[in-house]
């Protein structure tokens, strides 16, 4: 792909393959078996033995690591079809199982080799997930993980599914949450009641499948020697630069430094709107009445406008969303029938991410896709690293790019917004967004903590800690008189909690360095551009911190740069 082509673009091609062969059909154990073998039982006499056993390692991760992702896009892309839904928990339960223990045995290998200290510094971070990788692995979890994979998508069926009928359509619950941004209130509160009764159907359900989780989660954890889940997940998520403690602190100072502006902007809108109470179906809706932004009308404007505003800021931006649109790598549309949330898919092999969304015109959906763009401009700029370990990236890491890009292309949003008006509404919003999505991703992360240091808790306690949780992070502003139950149950809206436990708390961290990013985009967008593409580049080839560094950020989320970073952002949004 050409960084600085304007239109023309050449679609970039898999690598070769020089290990698997091209035409392999996996479609067995058997069918992939003999190459695990091969790799077990090679012979390693030399550092360049060892470097080509990674590649080739390497290679089969890969060959199958494409072929699990596009199982799971068919699958959420129409939960429907139960035949996608199969196949993908066909290899959960009848290939998977197989590859763990061979994992395990490769992993062992490396590390027993003499010539895996001789490598350089580029793979230390490899190494380190390694050996963590063999302290963690136990044979009778295998089959417990296989069970929790297919037992976490059970909730993109439940919520998949969840449709209302409003004027006579039959609408996601994504589409029909429009219309909490009209301006009519007594609409809005009639298409609140109606979202919400839909979801308060699947609450037995969902709660039922939450403390199946739970329990898996937490033998799994026993398995491997820890007393708790959260623990046992910490280490599996390998975060050697940070500790459950570190994040209890942030929590504690995001409370202290955010909270309260939420609850200055609260009563903001409440006097605003002149209202004696703020209710919940008021909390979307432009304070002023003014009719909601519509920033394009379906998911092909949608990457039409992506590109234009990402070429603004870098042709090499626009060229990646050009790509995945061109390879019809994209599916942005909300339908019936689809998983809820958005990703980015990496695909090594061939090297070009697949992004996945429900969008429904708002302006939501426009942060989502080039929150999405900014991972996928991270996939493509590691596309050519030479080993899938360096591509692999931590989650501070990856939203470091995504979260980025919402805030440095909000300086290019014209290409949405014609109008200026319309123009400062969207930063308005979208500065009021990060102000609220801390305290939210906090309040999140504190509630996993609870949910795993007490894995004995019923389904009542669990709601009852949830809704004191919540009030510690959200603002008294609120009046939910008659709607108890429903804030008791805002955290099954969390996909995280179900289907990725524990991510989340990094949105919190990159939300940081997103900030800090933008402000140096302010005093000078080339130096931010070059930073931010040096960054990414380095896929995991050092350390969190030192990717932050240089991208020109710190890895902190002490009070005091909390603090420094949320007055920017509050300066920003009075200058609007």
């Keep these: 792909m050409n960084p600085s082509a304007d239109s023309a673009i050449s679609l970039p091609a898999p690598a070769p393959r020089k290990y698997v062969p091209s035409g392999l059909t996996i479609d067995s154990w058997s069918s992939i078996a003999s190459y695990y073998v091969a ?34 896009i068919r699958m959420t892309c129409d939960t429907r079809d ?26 062992r290998k490396f590390i027993a080799s003499a010539f895996s200290k001789e490598l350089d510094a580029s793979y230390n971070n490899y190494k380190r997930q390694v050996e963590n990788a063999v302290r963690l692995f136990r044979e009778e979890n295998v089959p417990l993980n296989a069970e929790l994979t297919v ?53 037995s359900s969902l709660d039922e499948l939450f403390s199946e989780l739970v329990v898996l989660r937490h033998r799994i954890a026993v398995n491997a020697g820890f007393s708790n889940y959260r623990d046992f997940k910490f280490a599996d998520l390998d975060r050697f630069d940070y500790t ?24 903001e809108r409440k006097r605003i709107m002149q209202l004696d109470a703020l209710r919940p179906w008021d909390l979307e809706v432009d304070a002023e009445g003014r009719a909601d932004l519509r920033p394009f009308v379906d998911g092909k404007e949608l990457a039409i406008k992506t590109i234009s505003c990402f070429a603004e800021i870098d042709p090499y931006f626009g060229d990646v969303v050009r790509t995945l649109d061109a390879m019809k790598f994209v599916d942005l549309d909300s339908r019936l029938g689809k998983a809820p949330g958005g990703y980015n898919y990496p695909l090594y092999e061939t090297g070009v991410p697949f992004i996945f969304m429900n969008s429904s015109g708002s302006l939501r959906d426009l942060v989502t896709m080039v929150h999405e763009g900014g ?23 990856a939203e470091l790019a995504s979260m980025s890009m919402e805030l440095i292309s909000m300086e290019h949003w014209h290409h949405f917004f014609a109008d200026a008006t319309a123009l400062k509404r969207a930063k308005q919003e979208q500065l009021e967004n990060v102000i609220e999505a801390l305290p939210w991703i906090i309040c999140i992360d504190r509630f996993q903590h609870w949910l795993y240091l007490h894995p004995q808790h019923t389904a009542q306690e669990r709601h009852d800690f949830w809704v004191k949780n919540y009030s510690d992070f959200s603002s008294s502003m609120v009046d939910w008189s008659g709607f108890e139950d429903v804030r008791a149950s805002l955290w099954q809206k969390q996909l995280h909690l179900f289907e990725v436990p524990f991510y989340y708390i990094e949105y919190g961290m990159a939300q940081l360095g997103a900030i800090a990013l933008w402000k140096t985009y302010r005093e000078s967008p080339a130096k931010a551009v070059a930073a931010y593409k040096k960054a990414l580049s380095l896929g995991y080839t050092c350390t969190i911190p030192a990717i932050y560094e240089a991208a020109g950020i710190r890895f902190d989320f002490s009070e005091d740069y909390i603090r420094e970073l949320i007055t920017f952002v509050r300066t920003e949004y009075n200058k609007l």
């Design 39 to 72: 790799l077990e039982q090679r012979e390693l006499h030399s550092l360049s033995d060892l470097v080509q056993w990674l590649c080739d390692l390497s290679e089969l991760e890969t060959v199958i690591q494409e072929h699990v992702g596009w199982l799971y």
């Design 244 to 267: 459950p403690a570190d994040c209890e602190a942030f929590h504690a100072s995001v409370k202290k430094a955010v909270v309260p502006l939420l609850g200055e902007l609260l009563a």
């Design 375 to 397: 991972h996928a401009i991270h996939s493509m700029l590691t596309r050519d690293l030479p080993f899938i370990g360096f591509k692999e990236l931590p989650s501070e890491v």
């Design 82 to 107: 139960n035949k996608l839904s199969d196949a993908y928990t066909f290899f959960v339960n009848e290939i998977n199982p197989h590859i763990e223990p061979f994992n395990d045995r490769l992993n």
């Design 151 to 203: 037992k976490e998508q059970k909730f993109g069926e439940i919520a998949g599914a969840m449709s209302v009928e409003i004027d006579g359509k039959e609408l996601t619950l994504q589409q029909a949450s429009n219309y909490l941004r009209m301006p009519d209130r007594s609409k809005r509160e009639e298409v609140y009641k109606k979202i919400v009764a839909r979801r308060a159907q699947d609450r």
